[in-house]
């Protein structure tokens, strides 16, 4: 201590550096997140769409075999050949019935087929993807079935199901 009372620091530089040092950290800290809320900017950008090509349902060919035989009182799964031609897999979202069901051309007597189809208005589950540019067999497990009204002249018939599918990129 001096004589006049005052405490005497040394090293008063050290405390005004360190101020100044403090101070000027908090300042540019400020200008730098005003700098972030404060900037405007412009630009261009672009995006194209295009349309979703259909994707379609055949009818099965030689060794697309469903696992159940559809019988009067009875239940089967349906097996369904989707072509997706898009460049992006699409999920199939539901299964709807579009129209009666007839039997093949080698059962022309088969006219009541008793034969009813249980759609799926979705979504589908589990889900159903197909590939980009690929074809894929769906099966309905359970999805058609058959009452008593069905003529005898059915038996061995291999049913058309119209149907609509709903699916989503």
Known sequence: MTSNGRLKISGGRGVKAAFLAGALTLALGTGTAFAY????????GSAATGDMQTVTVDALVPGDTPTSMLIPGGTADIVLRVTNPNPYPVQVYSVMGDGPVTADTAHPACTTTGVTFAGSPGPLSPSVS???????????????????????ACQGATFHLPVTLAVRK
């Open 37 to 44: 809320w404060a900037t405007n900017g412009s630009g261009s």
């Open 130 to 152: 197909i590939p980009a540019n690929s074809t894929a067999l769906v099966t309905l497990p359970g999805a058609a079935g058959m009452d008593a009204t069905s003529q005898p």
